[in-house]
T-cell receptor, first 114, second 111 residues
Framework: SAVISQKPSRDICQRGTSLTIQCQVD?????MFWYRQQPGQSLTLIAT?????????ESGFVIDKFPISRPNLTFSTLTVSNMSPEDSSIYLC???????????FGPGTRLTVT | GQNIDQPTEMTATEGAIVQINCTYQ??????LFWYQQHAGEAPTFLSY????GLEEKGRFSSFLSRSKGYSYLLLKELQMKDSASYLC????????????FGAGTRLFVKA
């Protein structure tokens, strides 16, 4: 399976600032996804990021708040803009692998907004 | 839209068998996943079903009935380390190729 890394692993940020999270994969993948997992809850899909096209956002998530880049087949970024304490969460990058069914997750970025 | 239901919590005894159920409603069904997630860690892929029937992988088995919108994860010979959250997730083609997660079932294994 592919190796997925995320930076930073954790951060504490002030209200009103922005944070960009990086996701790096050691092989080329077509589909990358960004999820959020708030404390004690399951995963919520933010958006799907495919190389060469605009990200597709899920209901409740907008590009102005969560801009995403996907410059190539191994890398993506998610920015959490104008943060508030409600954005405190774990943000996870996920990829769809070589097989039809494989979907794997990065280690996550734990964000705390004060 | 999509809807995925699974029990919030379950408790079982070490060495026993436990079955975690999941029911779902979706359009454009393209597979069902089970993931294990320990506290503070990322989800780990356990199984994938796209056709009806049982898939067995060691101590873990997963079953799917597409006509009933139903799946279960069966864990045998439970070990203490199996205490974790188990997430049922459904992939669909409707509105794009994406996987949506249920709320998860927290499993407590006691001695």
């Amino acid at each position: 399976s592919a190796v997925i890394s995320q930076k930073p692993s954790r951060d504490i940020c002030q209200r009103g600032t922005s944070l960009t999270i990086q996701c790096q994969v050691d092989s080329q993948v077509t589909m990358m996804f960004w999820y959020r997992q708030q404390p004690g809850q399951s995963l919520t899909l933010i958006a799907t990021a495919n190389q060469g096209s605009e990200a597709t956002y899920e209901s409740g998530f907008v590009i102005d708040k969560f801009p995403i880049s996907r410059p190539n087949l191994t890398f993506s970024t998610l920015t959490v803009s104008n943060m508030s304490p409600e954005d405190s969460s774990i943000y996870l990058c996920s990829i769809s692998g070589q097989g039809d069914y494989e979907q794997y997750f990065g280690p996550g970025t734990r964000l705390t907004v004060t | 839209g999509q809807n995925i239901d699974q029990p919030t919590e379950m408790t079982a005894t070490e060495g026993a068998i436990v079955q975690i159920n999941c029911t779902y409603q979706t359009s454009g069904f393209n597979g069902l996943f089970w993931y294990q997630q320990h506290a503070g860690e990322a989800p780990t892929f356990l199984s994938y079903n796209v056709l009806d029937g049982l898939e067995e992988k060691g101590r873990f088995s997963s079953f799917l009935s597409r006509s009933k919108g139903y799946s279960y994860l069966l864990l045998k010979e439970l070990q203490m380390k199996d205490s974790a959250s188990y997430l049922c997730a459904v992939r669909s083609l409707g509105g794009g190729f994406k996987t949506i997660f249920g709320a998860g079932t927290r499993l407590f294994v006691k001695a």
